[in-house]
C-alpha cells in the first residue's frame, strides 16, 4: 500500500486503524476534528459511534477552528450541519462567537430560521448577519440572471407588429426587413413593422403569485423563494405576492423589501394545508390571463386534497399558469406526494423539482405562456411521478 493510501485508510477508520501506521501533526487535527464527530470508528456498549464534542462551547469553538482550517468549505458545511443534527449543538449555534466561526451555507440558515424564536437578544444581530451574508450571496450568484430571464420573456410577450408609429422598434425592423434590401435604390423596403405595445399605466402587466410550504423539509426552498421573491418584486412590470403557509397561511409581500426580514418572518415546521393557501392564492387572481402561480411544497397535504385538485382545475381552466415545485433546493426533490404530483400534473399543473439557478428559466417560461410540462423534461426533470 503507497504512503497516500495509508494515510487515507487511517484517516477514515480513525481509532478502529490500530497499528496502522501514525499521522503527521495537521493530519493528526484533521483525525481528532473526525473522530469527535463521528467517534474513532468503534461502537459504544449501546452499539452506536461514540463522538466528543461535549457540551462545551470553547471545545466547539476550537473544533470548528480546526474544522475551517484542515477541510475544504464543501466538506465544512457538511461536517457543521452533522454536528447540529447528530449532537444536538443547536443551542450551542445560537451564540454569538460560535456562529461568528461557522461557514455560512443556506442549509445553516435553514436551521438558524427554524430556530429564529429561540434565538437570545445577544445573538440576534450575529443571526442576522450570518442570515444576510448568505442571502447576498445567493442574490449575486441568481438576481442578474433572473431580472434578465423576466424582462426578455416580457419583452418577448408585448411584442406585436402592428405598433403605433411612435412605438415602433426600428432596430429589430430594420433586421427583420434586410432581407427586402434594394441594392439600386440603397433601401429597405419595409413590410413587418415591428414594435412593442403600449403598457397599461393601472395594472402591472404580469402578476406572480409565490405559495410557499414553509414545513421543516421545505427550509432550503423557503430560502431561495425570499431571495427570488425580493428580485421579483425590484421588477416594475411583475406584481409579486410571496405567502408562506403551514396550517395558517401569512401574506408576507410586504416584508419583500428585505429577504432576511421575509425568512426571520417564517415558521419553519409544523403541518401543512395545502388547499388553504391555494385557495388564498386563488382570492389574488384579478387577470388570469397574466397571472403565473407557483406552488413550492412537498404536496403532503394536511388539508383536503380533493378540494385542493378542484381549485387548480379552477385555475388551470381560467387561464393561470399553475406550476408546483415540489422542491426549490440544491439538493433534489425530497420525499413527495407522488400520487398528488402526478394528478396535478394530469390537470395542466406540472409538478417537478427545479435547483435555483434553472428557476429563472422556467419563469421565463411561465411568463412566456410556453409549455412548461414539455420544458421541464427538456430540461431532465421528472414531471408528476
Known sequence: MSDER?????????????????????DQRRDGALTALYGGGGEGQDGKRSAGLGNSSPVLHRWLGDVRSYFPTSVVQVMQRDAVERLGLNKLLLEPELLAT?????????????LSKAIPARTRETARAVVRKVVEDVERKLADRLLAAVHGA????????????????????????????QPAQKTVVVGDLIGRQRRSRTASLRDVVLLVDQSGSMAESVVYSAVFGAVLASIRSVDTRLVVFDTEVVDLTETLDDPVDVLFSTQLGGGTDINRAVAYGQSLIKRPADSVMVLISDLFEGGVAGELLRRVRELVASGVTVVVLLALSDSGAPAYDHELAARLSELGAP????????FPDLLAAALRRDDVAAWAEEAGMAVGR
Open 351 to 358: 409538478a417537478f423539482a427545479c435547483t435555483p439557478d434553472r
Open 6 to 26: 495509508q494515510r487515507r485508510w487511517r484517516l477514515l477508520l480513525g481509532g478502529a486503524a490500530g497499528e496502522m501506521g501514525g499521522l503527521g501533526e495537521d
Open 102 to 114: 461557522v461557514d455560512p451555507d443556506v442549509r445553516l440558515v435553514g436551521t438558524l430560521v427554524s
Open 154 to 181: 416580457i419583452d418577448r410577450s408585448r411584442r406585436t407588429h402592428r405598433p403605433r408609429l411612435s412605438d415602433v422598434d426600428w432596430a429589430t425592423t430594420i433586421r427583420a426587413n434586410l432581407k427586402n434590401y
